[in-house]
């Protein structure tokens, strides 16, 4: 389960990103419960937040997976997650300052989603120039179950330090949490880096990127099922907060709390993909339809205990589409695509939050929360359908190999699932 830790760099990685990604998590926490405040609890506004946050990645994501490919990720790093911690000790102060408006918060997210298209990239492609491609799916693995041990952490103790000390001095606290991660890139060996040779500048490179994708079903397929279910992935967050707020009428712990139940369902299952050597079809299948079905079985729950229970398989499907998706895509890509693939999966594995967050903002307004995530849940299902037919139709036009049919997609998927001998493993 931890065999990329073998490596001397990657453990540098893995510890830098706990630290940091703890203070990202309670700085997330703190942003929503802050535009709560500062509107009265507009969930359009805080729709509004999550969504300038990641249109940057619609807008540029591309760009960001070419200057991975061109440029030294390393070097990359360092200086997208330096300016993130300045924007982190701005915010801060301006809080901490009694200065802050909810239109300062916009603006925050937005460069926070500028720089994201940057580091998120390079950071993914990053990870198999220290270990190597046979360990590539484990520490894909293990990267996600670092994010969401930070995830399970980071909520509930933003929510325990919002009620003493209000939302200033977490923003601080992230800023300097960026320096673990940033130390432990300045001391890597970079005789143990794996570097590929760098792509030259050349038109056409974008285009390239999207053309190698377009090509492979192999690629497509995880891509298209990231890309619908991303839509309500990313936008879940806004609705636990709702949920939490403005169904079960809970404080700013218990906002916290629920933030974290979805999370250790996440790092639960992210902990079982670190066990696989390889990524498989049937759990990307079974972990987007899950997925949905838990969200829909979520906005039912009839008290504030059972929807955190549900929570938990419903983070740990989220986080088998996650997982494997970025290592079936990481694992096909060569080296000198892979960063322009990466950005590529980066888009629309984010961009669908400007389109999720807002829509799942408007719905609660109008029918409240529990029908907005009831909707969302469903149009998860839908779009794993959609995903597969588009990728069977790309592949008998261009003449390849359909990787799995819709029809007899579910049938397999049982069959598989209730065998006797998967019942044994």
Avoid at 61 to 77: E, T
Avoid at 162 to 190: C, D, E, H, Q
Wanted: net charge positive.
């Amino acid at each position: 389960m931890f065999r990329s830790l073998r490596s001397y760099n990657y453990r540098l990685f893995a510890a830098g990103g706990v630290v940091s990604n703890v203070g990202t998590w309670m700085q997330r926490t703190a942003q929503d419960w802050l535009v709560l405040s500062l509107t009265g609890g507009s969930g359009t506004a805080l729709g509004v937040t999550v969504a300038l946050q990641f249109l940057p990645v619609m807008v540029f994501g591309l760009w960001g997976g070419m200057l991975a490919d061109r440029y030294p990720k390393r070097r990359l790093l360092v200086v997208a997650e330096s300016l993130m911690g300045l924007l982190a000790l701005a915010m801060g102060v301006l809080i901490v300052s009694g200065a802050v408006q909810v239109w300062h918060v916009f603006v925050m997210a937005f460069l926070l989603g500028l720089l994201a298209c940057v580091e998120v990239p390079t950071r993914q492609a990053f990870v198999v120039e220290m270990v190597g491609q046979d360990d590539l799916s484990n520490a894909i693995a293990l990267n996600s179950s670092t994010f969401n041990l930070a995830r399970v952490v980071g909520p509930a103790l933003a929510g325990v330090l919002i009620y003493w000390m209000g939302t200033g001095p977490i923003f601080m606290v992230n800023a300097v949490s960026f320096g673990a991660v940033i130390a432990g890139l300045l001391l890597m060996r970079k005789s143990e880096l794996r570097t590929p040779a760098r792509v030259p500048r050349a038109k056409g490179q974008l285009r390239e990127g999207l053309r190698y994708v377009g090509g492979r079903p192999d690629l497509l397929l995880p891509m298209l099922i990231v890309a619908f279910v991303a839509v309500f992935a990313q936008s879940f967050s806004t609705a636990i907060a709702l949920m939490a707020t403005n169904v079960y009428n809970a404080g700013s712990s218990a906002f916290g709390i629920a933030s974290s139940a979805l999370a250790i369902g996440a790092l639960g299952g992210a902990l079982l993909a670190a066990r696989r050597i390889k990524p498989s079809r049937r759990f990307l299948l079974l972990g987007a339809a899950f997925f949905g079905i838990f969200q829909m079985m979520a906005a039912l729950a009839p008290g504030y205990i059972t929807f955190l229970v549900l929570l938990v398989p419903a983070g740990m499907a989220m986080i088998t589409v996650n997982t494997t998706a970025n290592a079936t895509v990481q694992m096909g890509a060569s080296h000198e695509m892979r960063g322009r693939v990466m950005g590529i999966y980066v888009l629309v594995f984010t961009g669908g939050a400007p389109i999720g967050a807002p829509l799942v903002g408007w719905l609660s307004e109008i029918a409240g929360p529990r029908i907005a995530v009831m909707a969302t849940g469903a149009l998860s299902l839908v779009g794993v359908v959609l995903a597969l037919l588009i990728t069977r139709m790309v592949a008998k036009r261009k003449g390849l190999a359909v990787p799995i049919r819709p029809a007899r997609a579910a049938r397999r998927v049982f069959r598989r699932t209730t065998a006797p001998d998967a019942l044994g493993r």
